[in-house]
């Protein structure tokens, strides 16, 4: 099957007016809906100050195929994926997720609320290509309205979904910061709800990200963990810019990886002969906690999409990636920080342990995460990778994953910006840093 070329792993993304240009967004709405054929489509954005005019622009391209748009506000992704999904209705996102505030993005989803598939994407491409729209009669073209139901229909079926009584019993006390993002209402909301005592930073939208780099890196997120130093809440709990993500900072104020708050959240929601999915680039310790809790466990290509997909066909009650996306099957096949949010507190709540505590009965393993510059294609790259590390073994699902004597490293092109991710793992912290070094100075010495 052809690749698509201007989706990448989480949609279409670019600078304003640079390579992602309003004739292109509104091509993209007349493509889509040419493509989905459906009466109405919802769309969303995140705080992005770009954000009205790709909105705008796709909207008005929909709506010149005679397609309705329904707008639901500023909101995080999977709260427009959860209004698709009840709704049975296509929708669009304005969002570039984590990337810095000068990016924006298009991200379509399908009408169960999960993102389309490369198949339909490079369907929506080729009619964008062939310029091959369905364009309305005047009196046909589709109407714009706003919806503002979505929001609370989002933070209601959150709340819905864990044990919310032993929550708001369980006096947590959380520090959230959303970031500037679009989580700005819904998470502090979702936590008040909950009884959690919350306090936000960051809660205001600001689409030039004023507070904070959007990623929720360790490194984007001392006011957070300084907070959490002073020993007065129970959790710490950082989003991305369109929330479909989440991070923890511990009750000492120390950071977690996503691998291991994975690992944690699975250990304590899924039961024997569940299944559960995740991308190649994630720890072994998930692998060690499905092994321990009888769970299979199957391994794909990187990006939410494709794990979700994953999940769909193999009935799987969670999947996630080691980014602090995580998707919880029973309340829709997407990534969700919102819903992984509540899944930390649930089990907290009850455990009636601190977070640090928890994370002592997770494997121990240590992950280096870097990147370097693409400067060449990508296959030319693979092929030099395979032939200086010949008689290591290889694992070609995404990228290349090498096998070492007591860890591995997977080298991969980014989905979203031109440069190669290196993941390096071991039970030895000295060794993945070793591993990260070795296969790092190679690419930077092509």
């Known amino acids: 099957m052809k690749a698509p070329q201007l989706f990448g792993t989480n949609g279409i993304r670019g600078v304003p007016n640079q390579d992602l240009t309003l004739e292109l967004a509104t091509g993209i ?3 889509a809906g040419t493509f989905f054929k459906a009466q109405k489509i919802a769309m969303a954005r995140d705080t992005r100050i770009s954000g009205d005019m790709f909105l705008f622009a796709v909207a008005s391209g929909a709506m010149s195929t005679g ?37 924006n993005g298009i991200k379509a989803i399908d009408s169960d609320g999960t993102e389309i598939d490369e198949e339909k994407e490079v369907k929506i491409e080729e009619i964008y290509e062939s310029r091959n729209y369905r364009m309305a009669e005047w009196q046909n073209i589709g109407n714009y309205s706003y919806d503002s139901t979505g929001i609370d229909l989002y933070i209601n079926s959150i709340i819905e979904s864990v044990h919310s009584k032993v929550i708001a019993e369980s006096n ?24 959690c005592h919350p306090v936000s930073l960051n809660a205001n939208p600001d689409g030039k990200f004023s507070s ?17 130093k002073t020993g007065k809440f129970s959790i710490g709990i950082a989003h991305d810019g369109d929330a479909d ?38 720890s072994d310790a998930l692998s060690e906690i499905c092994s321990e809790k009888g769970a299979k466990l199957i391994l794909t290509r990187v990006g939410a999409p494709i794990v979700a997909r994953a999940m769909i066909d193999n009935r799987a009650t969670m999947g996630g990636e080691e980014n602090g996306g995580i998707i919880y099957g029973k309340h829709q096949y997407c990534r969700d920080g919102a819903m992984t949010m509540a899944l930390m ?30 400067n060449r294609e990508w296959n030319e790259i693979k092929e030099l990778i395979t032939k200086k590390f010949t008689g290591k073994m290889f694992d070609f ?40 070094e070795e296969y790092v100075t190679f690419l930077k010495n092509l």
């Open 29 to 31: 709405g007349r493509a």
């Open 67 to 103: 397609t309705d748009i329904v707008y639901i506000g500023e909101l995080p992704t999977p709260g427009l994926q959860y209004y698709c999904k009840e709704n049975h209705i296509p929708g669009i996102m304005i969002t570039a997720s984590h990337n810095p505030p000068q990016y």
């Open 172 to 195: 947590l006390r959380v520090a959230i910061d959303t970031g500037n993002g679009a989580s700005y209402y819904t998470s502090p909301e979702i936590l008040t709800k909950l009884n």
């Open 212 to 228: 904070r780099n959007s990623e929720p890196k360790p490194e984007n997120l001392s006011d957070l963990i300084s907070i959490m």
């Open 245 to 282: 993500r989440c991070v923890f900072i511990d009750e000492k104020g120390n950071f977690v990886d996503g691998d291991r708050s994975l690992a944690l959240i699975a250990k304590h929601t899924i039961k024997r002969g569940d299944t559960v999915v995740t991308p190649v680039s994630s």
């Open 345 to 374: 507190l649930d089990l907290l709540a009850r455990e009636k342990k601190p977070l640090s505590e928890l994370l002592k009965d997770i494997p121990e393993y240590y992950m280096i995460k870097t990147s370097v510059p693409r």
């Open 397 to 436: 699902t995404d990228g290349i994953k090498i096998y070492d004597a007591d860890g591995w490293t997977l080298v991969r092109p980014s989905g979203t910006e031109k440069i190669i991710r290196v993941f390096s793992e071991s039970k030895v912290q000295e060794r993945a840093k070793e591993y990260n």
